[in-house]
């Protein structure tokens, strides 16, 4: 079955401790990217790469790492997290090839709390 | 910067009748997208709609784009209670990286 898989699921934590969610797709998808949803301001762009070893910053990139070293996955680090990180995190990844089947498939999101 | 506005933020309509969702975008796009939410999960692609296409339709949706007004248009007809979620429009420019609104938020009353 085609998927992204995103863990985990439920994540608390307390500042500063570094943390990692881990995020693979099993459609040999070029295209992979985070987003972080908070009430009122809809889907925002964290970090995405357009293939192995190429990533590119987002919209909100700052207190945010990620890595390509394999197609199928792309984690999301957050080496010092702050509260103002508490947010519902998804991972979602498409073809990039153009005028192919552009669409996103999504994880089913990360919650993360940061106390 | 987000590409895609949706108008309206929220909308509350009866089962059986039909729900329109507006979204508005900056610049000129190659494509638009239409995902849906059910609250809390990863979103769903509904429909995508190419820049030189004007209307599209996949079972009880209706996609329109305006490129001259920069906007796009979701109907969805004969609403359900399941239809009950929150809607994405998501505009992918030069770049193909799409770029999402903040979305429509819609209850469907049984």
Known sequence: EA???????????????????????????????WYRQDPGLGLRQIYYSM???????????????????????????????????????????SSNRVWANEKLFFGSGTQLSVL | SQQGEEDPQALSIQEGENATMNCSYKTSINNLQWYRQNSGRGLVHLILIRSNEREKHSGRLRVTLDTSKKSSSLLITASRAADTASYFCAASGGSYIPTFGRGTSLIVHP
């Open chain 1, 3 to 33: 998927q992204v898989t995103q863990n985990p699921r439920y994540l608390i934590t307390v500042t500063g401790k570094k943390l990692t969610v881990t995020c693979s797709q099993n459609m040999n998808h070029e295209y992979m990217s």
């Open chain 1, 51 to 93: 293939n192995v070893e190429v990533t590119d910053k987002g919209d909100v990139p700052e207190g945010y790492k990620v890595s390509r070293k394999e197609k199928r996955n792309f984690p999301l680090i957050l080496e010092s997290p702050s509260p103002n990180q508490t947010s519902l995190y998804f991972c979602a990844s």
